[in-house]
């Protein structure tokens, strides 16, 4: 049974950081992809940043780019995404992935 849980998120103010966590559990075996996405009411939900296995490949949305950063720690099923010089529009409820499997999200609010 494969359970993602978020946490990390919050409220913070323009130009802040925060740093979100999500821990999995039940994997069989090192994800090939993990990554974070994001959605506000009303929108579709938008990748903001995917890790490989290893670390070795990183991709991020084009408004995320030079401000965030996904990492991993494969020994502890464990995925990261430090979030700086946070703005308005990063609002949104944050959710990691991997496979078909989501966790439940964390509200992330940036005044």
């Known amino acids: 049974h494969v359970q993602l849980v978020e946490s990390g998120g919050g409220e913070v103010q323009a130009g802040g950081s925060l740093r979100l966590v999500c821990s999995a559990s039940?994997?069989?075996?090192?994800?090939?992809?993990m990554g974070w996405f994001r959605q506000t009411p009303g929108k579709e939900r938008e990748e903001v940043a995917a890790?490989?296995?290893?670390?070795?490949?990183?991709r991020y949305a084009d408004s995320v780019k030079g401000r965030f950063t996904i990492s991993q720690d494969n020994a502890n099923n464990t995925l990261y995404l430090q979030m700086d010089s946070l703005r308005p529009e990063d609002t949104a409820m944050y959710y990691c992935?991997?496979?078909?499997?989501w966790g439940p999200g964390t509200q992330v609010t940036v005044s």
């Open positions: 992935a991997t496979g078909p499997f």
């Open positions: 039940g994997l069989t075996s090192s994800a090939y992809c």
């Open positions: 890790i490989y296995t290893g670390g070795r490949r990183t």
